[in-house]
């Protein structure tokens, strides 16, 4: 147990439909940070925040935002979900610096 | 910026032989390297990392991986496999902006009995 906390575990939707990831990272771990693993693309980097604020950005579509709130849980926002949206979705925490990240077990969103 | 390639996305072995598994990273600064496990239907679970202290770092599970800079090369190692070995690995560099990790493509390693 790496002590990351994402649901839901399984998602299934609709194109064009909106869902909302979540994630609770580890105890004292001020950042979060969220990737995207599909077969074709492998692990893609999204977002990072630290304390309630964006740190960096990565491959995020316009159609996806996040955030981070004081109790420094963090929630993935996709929209106007597409096929191609299908993927394992993770959040990652870590105290910062050099040390590294923890990973959630993911949540799988299936857009039918 | 900094990238890693991981060579082969599928090696197979048999259980007890040597298991080697490839990483070159490009870094503009000294890099933090990292070695990670997936198992089927789960999160990524840490093997070992390299922050530029000893170049021979040893995880968890037997395995070990050697920082040679010459090389910019972090491959990893075990000296005999086990069929629980069986997952996907994937190496992974620190970026430069932030703390996050920049992950090769993975490599799927096969144990057979």
């Known amino acids: 147990d790496s002590g990351v906390t994402q649901t839901p575990k399984h998602l299934i939707t609709a194109t064009g439909q909106r869902v909302t990831l979540r994630c609770s990272p580890r105890?004292?771990?001020?950042?979060v940070y969220w990737y995207q693993q599909s077969l074709d693309q492998g692990l893609q980097f999204l977002i990072q925040y630290y304390n309630g604020e964006e740190r960096a950005k990565g491959n995020i579509l316009e159609r996806f935002s996040a955030q981070q709130f004081p109790d420094l849980h963090s929630e993935l926002n996709l929209s106007s979900l597409e096929l191609g949206d299908s993927a394992l979705y993770f959040c990652a925490s870590s105290v910062g610096g050099s040390r590294e990240l923890f990973f959630g077990e993911g949540s799988r969103l299936t857009v039918l | 910026a900094q990238s890693v390639t991981q060579l082969g996305s599928h090696v197979s072995v048999s259980e007890g032989a040597l298991v080697l598994l490839r990483c070159n990273y490009s870094s503009s600064v000294p890099p933090y390297l990292f070695w990670y496990v997936q198992y089927p239907n789960q999160g990524l679970q840490l093997l070992l990392k390299?922050?530029?202290?000893?170049?021979l770092v040893k995880g968890i599970n037997g395995f070990e991986a050697e920082f040679k800079k010459s090389e910019t090369s972090f491959h990893l190692t075990k000296p005999s496999a086990h069929m629980s070995d069986a997952a996907e690995y994937f190496c992974?560099?620190?970026?430069?902006?932030?703390?996050?990790?920049?992950f090769g493509q993975g490599t799927e390693l096969s144990v057979k009995p």
């Open positions: 390299y922050t530029s202290a000893a170049t």
């Open positions: 992974a560099v620190k970026g430069n902006q932030g703390g996050k990790l920049i």
């Open positions: 105890s004292g771990d001020l950042s």
